[in-house]
């Protein structure tokens, strides 16, 4: 074989390597942020610049979630609500960023109460995924809206 053969070769396979190499980092930067592993949850919402930047206060809130829990981190309190306390998950028309914000209708006592976020689907993450069939699971008699490619 030639030098310039194995160069060539070298050189057409580098931006392969390199986007190989850029997917594995953002992989391993995506599952850093998206779980709390002291406590054995997964991330289900993600946090908007555009909100952030016009300090958009109600819909800061981390939202988390396990086998019989759905967690809400608001300024810095956990609540911790039964998945079998969800009433409703459905999609809302506000679109932020390119995504639309879900919100979670949950009964508290007599009360109910909603809460508001960003889902964090990707193609390399589904655990909003797992979260909507986790509420579908443990009460079969709340209103879940299915993920679609035009509910994104």
Known sequence: MSYKFLLYTCLAMSPLLLIGFFLKISRAR??????DPAAGMRRISKKSWLLKFFDVSGYQAE???DVRYF??????????IPLTSIRRVYRTSVKVSGRYMWAVV???GAQEHTVKFIHNFTVFNKDFL???SAVEKANPA???EKLTVFSL
């Open 106 to 108: 949950y009964a508290e």
């Open 130 to 132: 797992g979260f909507l």
């Open 30 to 35: 995506e599952a850093g942020r998206q779980s």
């Open 142 to 144: 709340a209103g879940v």
């Open 63 to 65: 939202c988390y979630f």
């Open 71 to 80: 967690f809400i981190r608001d300024n810095g309190a956990l609540k911790e």
